[in-house]
Each structure stands twice: as structure tokens, then as C-alpha cells.
């Protein structure tokens, strides 16, 4: 089992940053990649951005460009760098492990936090 928490969402006008973290625990050492989804009501959870244990990045579409994930092993935890930030962004963010095939483009992580409120105000 793998236990996911996020935190430092909140609230910025467009064009700040804001920092988002997740740290892992439990059975980490399964984790073979981690990342970032986002909801808005109404919508399907979209994949933000993720990275694998070798490194390997892999960013959605609208953000690629602007935000930038980290990880650090040795600390579990990941960490999502957005800059720039557009009122669309605005969303519940989630943090995502994955134990299985590790494929973000086609197969969604099988462990998840409880999200986090990101606001951007224009």
C-alpha cells in the first residue's frame, strides 16, 4: 500500500507561481512513477504531469512549457513547479503513484491523495 498527501495549493492572481508537494510513504519502494492530475467539475481528471523512476518526464499538453516536476527519492516525495499560472488552471490537483505498468498516456495511477485546491484569479 502507498499513501499519497498533497499540499501547497491555494490561492494566486495569473501569472504567479505556486508550488505543489506530495509525499509518499508506505510501501514506496514499488513506486515506479508518480505525478500530478487535475478535475474541474464536470470533467475528467487529466493527466498534469508525471515522472518515472529513471527520470522520464511527460506533461499534458496545456502546461508543458510552464510547469516542471521534481523528484526526490531519497525524501519520497514529488514535487510540481507552476509558473505562470492562467485562471484555467484552476482545478483540484491530485497526486498520483503508480505500482504497476507505468505508461501516463494510457493507464492512470493506481494510488491517489486526497487533492488539493489550486485558484487562480485573473
Known amino acids: 500500500q502507498v499513501q499519497l498527501v498533497e499540499s501547497g495549493g491555494g490561492l494566486v492572481q495569473a501569472g504567479e507561481s505556486l508550488r505543489l508537494s506530495c509525499a509518499a510513504s508506505g510501501s514506496t519502494f514499488s513506486i515506479k512513477g508518480i505525478g500530478w492530475y487535475r478535475q474541474v467539475p464536470g470533467k475528467q481528471r487529466e493527466l498534469v504531469a508525471s515522472?518515472?523512476?529513471?527520470?522520464?518526464?511527460t506533461y499534458g499538453d496545456s502546461v508543458k512549457g510552464r510547469f516542471t516536476i521534481s523528484r526526490d527519492s531519497a525524501k519520497n516525495t514529488a514535487d510540481l513547479q507552476m509558473n505562470s499560472l492562467k485562471p484555467e488552471d484552476t482545478a483540484v490537483y491530485y497526486c498520483?503513484?503508480?505500482?504497476?505498468?507505468?505508461?501516463?498516456?494510457?493507464?492512470?495511477?493506481?494510488?491517489w491523495g486526497q487533492g488539493t485546491q489550486v485558484t487562480v484569479s485573473s
Open positions: 515522472i518515472s523512476r529513471g527520470g522520464r518526464t
Open positions: 498520483s503513484a503508480w505500482t504497476g505498468w507505468y505508461e501516463p498516456t494510457q493507464v492512470r495511477g493506481n494510488y
